[in-house]
T-cell receptor, first 119, second 114 residues
């Protein structure tokens, strides 16, 4: 079974600064996906960024980038130029790759990190 | 807007009652996933359907059941409700049954059991 751990329950950052959210995971799978989801006060789950484990290059999406360390099973999210609209709960999530076989492609989530961006 | 719709948005009911939550996936998506988000358990996978058939089960109680209909919408039935069932229930959809696609989440149904 997979586990996802987010060790920072809460973080805060000043507007325009950079913040890094941590995530570690444990799995015996060799092929998998990792995701960061954002949940603002509206409660909508929004996909922020996705990383495929077999790709060495770290994924980036505008101000969001990841630092994926496969050997260390670490997957951190860096938010640059933080904006007030980035205030949200952030969830790290794991999904096995279809090459792993089987049928269960559920997302396994961490407990989340509440990020507050201060003006 | 993810394209996934869920009804109702809010539901308040009493212990012992039964409710049905409805989900319509994005156009063309064959897989539907149900998740429960509660304060004590966090976000947990409940069950997945693919093209009308149950594909995988997670931490779903026996009092809960789900189905996916020929038009691909899905319903989650919760019976003999307890206070601890109060949670936000999400439906997500993806094009296929495998793990190569992101799951797109609906806005959720907030269930309050009193």
């Amino acid at each position: 079974a997979q586990t996802v751990t987010q060790s920072q329950p809460e973080m805060s950052v000043q507007e325009a600064e950079t913040v890094t959210l941590s995530c570690t995971y444990d799995t015996s799978e060799s092929n998998y996906y990792l995701f960061w989801y954002k949940q603002p006060p509206s409660r909508q789950m929004i996909l922020v960024i996705r990383q495929e484990a077999y790709k060495q290059q770290n994924a980036t999406e505008n101000r969001f980038s990841v630092n994926f360390q496969k050997a260390a099973k670490s997957f951190s999210l860096k938010i640059s130029d933080s904006q007030l609209g980035d205030t949200a709960m952030y969830f790290c999530a794991f999904m096995k790759h279809e090459f792993s076989g089987g049928s269960n492609y559920k997302l396994t989530f961490g407990k989340g990190t509440l990020l507050t961006v201060n003006p | 807007d993810s394209g996934v719709t869920q009804t109702p948005k809010h539901l308040i009911t009493a212990t012992g009652q039964r409710v049905t939550l409805r989900c319509s996936p994005r156009s063309g998506d064959l897989s539907v996933y149900w998740y429960q988000q509660s304060l004590d358990q966090g976000l947990q996978f409940l069950i997945q359907y693919y093209n009308g058939e149950e594909r995988a089960k997670g931490n779903i109680l026996e009092r809960f059941s789900a189905q996916q209909f020929p038009d691909l919408h899905s319903e989650l039935n919760l019976s003999s409700l307890e206070l601890g069932d109060s949670a936000l229930y999400f439906c997500a959809s993806s094009p296929a049954g495998g793990g190569s696609y992101e799951q797109y989440f609906g806005p959720g149904t907030r269930l309050t059991v009193t």
